[in-house]
Nanobody, 123 residues
Framework: QVSLVESGGGLVQAGDSLRLSCAAS????????VAWFRQAPGKEREFVVA????????VLSDSVKGRFTNSRDNAKNTVYLQMTSLKPEDTAVYYC????????????????WGEGTQVTVSS
């Protein structure tokens, strides 16, 4: 069992930066792939980024390439999502998800999810 807690969300202006954290507890965190998803009001959940076990490989959505970066500190059981040049269309609830394998971008097969953190970007 893995428990995930997101933090770091808030209200920012367009062009600002924000760093989200996903803290995990439970089993050996380094054995899990961690992905970030987001869901805006009235829209479907959208894949953002996934980071592999050692942190050496990251899959990024085209919508955030060049603006978002993902890293992990397995010693702290934490994954970070650094978001820069934020746009109003980045406004959403951001969720982290984890699984022993990379489960793609649909999100339906990730076994563990956090409760989410709200990011609001004003224009």
């Amino acid at each position: 069992q893995v428990s995930l807690v997101e933090s770091g969300g808030g209200l920012v202006q367009a062009g600002d930066s924000l760093r989200l954290s996903c803290a995990a507890s439970g089993r050996t965190f380094s054995n899990y792939v961690v992905a970030w998803f987001r869901q805006a009001p009235g829209k479907e959940r959208e894949f953002v980024v996934a980071i592999m076990w050692s942190g050496g490989s990251t899959v990024l959505s085209d919508s955030v390439k060049g603006r978002f970066t993902n890293s992990r500190d397995n010693a702290k059981n934490t994954v970070y999502l650094q978001m820069t040049s934020l746009k109003p269309e980045d406004t959403a609830v951001y969720y982290c998800a984890a699984d022993r394998r990379y489960r793609g971008i649909s999100g339906t097969q990730y076994g563990y999810w956090g409760e989410g953190t709200q990011v609001t970007v004003s224009s």
